[in-house]
């Protein structure tokens, strides 16, 4: 077996592996069952997504998905934050609204 040709065998058997990973997060996402199952299954389906980008651009040679890989990064780190301090204020409006029905 050549390198090309183990490289390009490593690549498919990822690139299944991959899409296996963004089927089992989406269902994780569909189910939850919690607000924070489904930030960490979209979380995980943003990083199978980079590396799908990454693996096409292997593949083909081509630099565009990799500037399309950082963009996705980036917006789905923002993405978690964002969901993070939603679930974080939920979570603490939910406890003063409790600490209210107490009294």
């Known amino acids: ?5 183990f ?3 490593s690549i498919d058997i990822t690139f299944a ?3 296996l990973s963004i ?3 989406f269902i994780r996402l569909a189910r939850g069952p919690s607000l ?3 930030v960490v299954a979209l979380d995980m389906m943003t990083v199978s ?3 799908f980008c990454g693996l096409y651009a ?3 040679g081509g630099l565009a998905l990799l500037d399309v890989a950082l963009v996705l990064a980036l917006v789905g780190f923002l993405a978690t934050v964002a969901l993070a301090r939603f679930a974080d204020r939920r979570k603490l409006a939910d406890t003063n609204v409790s600490e209210v029905e107490d009294d």
């Open 58 to 60: 292997v593949r083909t």
């Open 36 to 38: 924070a199952d489904r």
């Open 23 to 25: 089927a089992i997060a």
């Open 1 to 5: 077996m050549t390198p090309s040709e």
């Open 17 to 19: 592996l991959v899409m």
């Open 49 to 51: 997504i980079i590396a």
């Open 7 to 9: 490289l390009s065998w």
